[in-house]
């Protein structure tokens, strides 16, 4: 019994540790889609923020002062994409796409001529990165047979981004759907035109968009290189940034299912890792790739709309033309 | 009320521009990392055509690029965007390997190699039938599809090459190597056969494939019905349904042939080079083809133009990266994201003052005229 609490104290803490920052992606890659924006950049934002947190912690020493590059990198990249697709009424995928291999290839480039490390940053030392918080009490606890672990490692133990990824998608919700500016931000995804027509601006409405969902990829970056790790690698983000743009799609870009959608490509990458060359009893041993390879099987079987039916907003990836 | 730009500002200046905003942009990018842009641009054209086995290295990874940017060119003439170009040129790598490892033994040299080639093709276009399926009769969107088959294509690779495929006893995964007839020949050993001595080079007869997929696309886009329903529904699908095109059957048939011309991506790495399945021979072509296709407009003369650059940029890249440590052949990408940038995303960036340009200098013509008028 012990032992079972224990692996499922450690599965589900590991699950929450790989989603957070599919969560925060997710979240803004739902305002922007929501918004009408199509955001494929979520990849290239977390990655160019996650090398500029290490490389400005690594410099000055302070993890806040690295998050808040990350934010203003990522912000940058956003207002870019903005640019292109708003104000210039760009194709949207494809400034996505350019943001993502633009940033690639940046960050190795930088990387090796700032630190001479094969694109790696200098390691981080505990001062300059976001440790694990211990919960009041976790000591107390520590002996207490089951709760003592779920406490202390489940609840507790996480870095201040954990939580503040769970605090944003409450946060999100309410936002899209009780107060004005989501309401508008909805119809501005669905019916640009009525909003216009209302006398609102489309643009100033979706730069907005575009600058929250920079703010939640900023964080994201970050916790992968001065959170999670302590120092950036090249290819950091491995995809990540497009799981969670599956896990928005795989939520129907409604916040709590794109929540659930992160906790279960979290999960499945948490027993991946765990299953790796573990014979399972009747199955024999599963391939780590079978179970890496889910997240985006999954999502394509519910696009085909084989599980439910996934319904993008309407106006999304047409650029909104104003009539003189 | 604007009036419309000449047409050779519109399809001559204007792109011509874009290219030149992205460059100047690698230059700034350059100075950052502490290297004077213009030294690096003569390490790089010498080392990418200052001699004659930099031109092999050149030409061979620009078949590379022709291969990708036809293929994304295709399919943007269908009104879809193919982001899959990585996986199916990893499945077309894959239907090569196949077919080499289990006849390379039987069959004679011609034989093989031809349905080599045919196994690239039709892997490449199963791989880019299923996102087209897909969104032709289920609705799912091809650009969130093609991007999930990349990652679907790289795991499989991995499964297999690990599992399956690997050469008995080989520490690293790779397949076991083919046999001799399992080999496109070199292009410098076929000139050795002329009596012309050229260095080594990777560069094999892919490239000869490639310009002949050039003339495919060309006759096919514009001088075929099917080209003609293809472009037709890339301008105006309510309009290509009025004329009577079944777009769905388009949609998947354009992105078969946009998937088989990427996977043939394989033949020039596998079937040319590599001589054995190994993981990760795509190495970004399949990205880079939306560079080569926005920067060469669409058209087969703009893609081998374009990658012809591209060919220069990686090969001169690579000379740059070891002449000069601080940059690094990453750069390249670089240059490829700012050439999606400015010639995709940004490409209507320049037009506005373009067109206050050409207002100001027609309404001073105008004046002239009107002032002439007068004098007579």
Not at chain 2, 213 to 227: A, I, S
């Amino acid at each position: 019994m012990e032992e079972a609490i224990t692996f499922a104290v450690l599965i589900l803490s590991a699950t929450l540790r790989v989603a957070t920052p599919l969560i925060l992606c997710a979240m803004g890659g739902l305002f922007s889609e929501r918004s009408g924006l199509i955001d494929i950049g979520l990849e290239g934002k977390m990655l160019a923020a996650a090398f500029v947190a290490a490389a400005t912690a690594s410099v000055t020493g302070s993890a806040w002062l690295g998050l808040g590059a990350a934010i203003l990198v990522a912000e940058a990249l956003a207002l870019l994409h903005g640019f292109a697709c708003i104000t210039h009424r760009g194709n949207q995928v494809v400034s996505g796409v350019a943001i993502n291999i633009l940033v690639s290839g940046l960050t190795i480039v930088f990387g090796m001529a700032w630190f001479q490390r094969g694109g790696q940053t200098p390691a981080l030392p505990p001062e300059a990165r976001f440790m694990p918080i211990t919960l009041p009490g976790t000591q107390a606890l520590a002996d207490v047979p089951v709760l003592g672990r779920i406490w202390g490692d489940l609840i507790g133990g996480h870095n201040l981004f954990v939580y503040v990824a769970l605090l944003i998608v409450p946060i999100t919700w309410w936002v899209l759907t009780r107060t004005r500016f989501g309401l508008r931000l909805r119809a501005v995804g669905e019916v640009p035109l009525a909003v216009d027509a209302a006398g609102i601006s489309v643009a100033w409405l979706r730069y907005r968009a575009v600058l929250i969902c920079g703010l939640f990829t900023g964080i994201a970056g970050a916790y992968l290189s001065i959170a999670q790790n302590a120092a950036f690698s090249r290819d950091m983000t491995a995809g990540q940034g497009y799981i969670a743009l599956a896990a928005m799609i795989f939520g129907k870009w409604r916040p709590f299912p794109a929540l659930g959608a992160c906790l279960m490509f979290g999960l499945l990458d948490a027993v991946a890792i765990r299953l790796q060359g573990v014979r399972v009893p009747g199955i024999g041993e599963v391939p780590v790739q079978f179970i890496q390879v889910l997240p985006y099987v999954l999502t394509v079987i519910l696009l085909a709309g084989f599980i439910g039916r996934a319904v993008a907003p309407k106006a999304i990836g047409v650029p909104y033309e104003k009539e003189h | 009320m604007k009036a419309p730009l000449p047409g050779w500002v519109d399809i001559g200046l204007i792109p011509v521009v874009n290219v030149l905003l992205a460059f100047v942009v690698v230059g700034l990018i350059v100075l950052a990392v502490g290297v004077n842009p213009f030294t690096a641009v003569r390490i790089m054209i010498v080392g990418a055509v200052g001699y004659p086995e930099a031109i092999g290295y050149t030409l061979y990874y620009t078949t590379n690029f022709i291969f990708t940017g036809l293929a994304v060119a295709l399919a943007f003439h269908a009104g879809l965007f193919n982001i899959g170009g990585e996986g199916q040129a990893y499945l077309g790598g894959l239907g090569v390997g196949l077919v080499v490892l289990a006849l390379d033994a039987t069959l004679p040299p011609v034989l093989l190699i031809a349905l080599a080639v045919l196994a690239a093709a039709l892997f490449g276009a199963a791989w880019a039938a299923i996102p087209a399926y897909l969104q032709a009769y289920r609705g799912s969107h091809i650009v969130i599809t093609t991007i999930m088959f990349n990652f679907i294509a790289a795991a499989v690779m991995v499964y297999l090459m690990v599992n399956v495929l690997i050469a008995p006893g080989s520490m690293s995964p790779e397949s076991r190597a083919f046999a001799d007839a399992g080999h496109l020949p070199f292009i410098h050993d076929l000139l050795a056969y002329a009596g012309i001595t050229m260095g080594q080079s990777p560069l094999n007869l892919a490239i000869v494939w490639a310009a002949l997929c050039c003339v495919f696309v060309w006759v096919f886009l514009w001088h075929t019905p099917w080209g003609f329903e293809l472009r037709t529904m890339g301008h105006n699908p309510s309009a290509a349904i009025y004329a009577g095109v079944d777009i769905r059957r388009m949609t998947v048939l354009a992105m078969c042939l946009s998937g088989a011309l990427a996977g043939f991506v394989g033949v020039n790495e596998i079937l040319g080079v590599h001589h054995r399945l190994i993981l990760n021979f795509t190495a970004g072509y399949g990205f880079a083809g939306i560079a080569v296709a926005l920067m060469g407009r669409n058209h087969p003369v703009g893609i081998v133009l374009a990658s012809l650059l591209f060919g220069m940029l990686q090969q001169g890249g690579a000379e740059l990266s070891f002449d000069i440590p601080a940059i690094t052949r990453e750069m390249v990408v670089v240059i490829q994201g700012l050439i999606i940038l400015f010639c995709g995303a940004l490409a209507h960036f320049t037009r506005p003052w373009f067109e206050a340009l050409f207002g100001a200098l027609r309404a001073r013509s105008g004046r002239t005229t009107a002032a002439g008028a007068a004098e007579a």
